[in-house]
């Protein structure tokens, strides 16, 4: 069953790129999250949507939250991507693709996985979930969301 806004973000553990056990209780429910799956490393539409992330990066911590980049990739594939593009977020790896049955992240075109975003509050109650194929869009409606919920 996938996650929706209205649901309490679970908590769940993956390997991040220092290849240590990322817990998201640490962040989870204390600020904030901006958590997107997307299909895989170094490919155009990829890239595109973690260098704008990236290029939006202070954005996003000056509304008081964290980004979270979550792909299939290994640990050892998101290092080299990490450093390629300088990108300054949590990059976890899904390897066992347990994470994106957790939320429930539906493959896009039959067989590719999804593109999906959600934006979690700092009490870990899911605001946005958005899915498209556009790279670059959930960028854009995340900071949005994050601007409403600042004027609360």
């Known amino acids: ?12 553990v993956a390997i991040d790129t220092n290849g240590a056990a990322f817990d998201s209780s640490k962040l989870i429910g204390k600020q904030p999250v901006v958590i997107y799956f997307y299909p895989k490393d170094n490919t155009p539409g990829c ?3 973690a260098c704008s ?3 939006n990066y202070q954005i996003f911590k000056d509304l008081g939250a964290e980004v ?13 991507f990490k450093s390629k593009y ?3 977020f949590i990059l976890l790896s899904d390897a066992d693709k347990k994470l994106r049955k957790l939320f429930g992240v539906p493959n896009s075109f039959i ?3 999804g593109r999906q975003t959600y934006v979690v509050d700092h009490n870990g109650i899911i605001q946005m979930v958005f899915n498209s194929v556009s ?3 959930h960028i854009e409606k ?7 919920l600042n004027q609360k």
Request: proline residues 6%.
């Open 1 to 12: 069953m996938a996650l929706k806004v209205g649901d309490e973000l679970p908590n769940f």
């Open 86 to 88: 300088q990108l300054p």
């Open 53 to 55: 992330f990236r290029d």
């Open 111 to 113: 067989f590719l996985p």
């Open 47 to 49: 890239t595109a949507q």
């Open 68 to 80: 979270i980049g979550i792909s299939a990739d290994s640990v050892t594939s998101h290092v080299k």
């Open 135 to 137: 790279s670059t869009i």
């Open 142 to 148: 995340a900071i949005q969301i994050l601007k409403n």
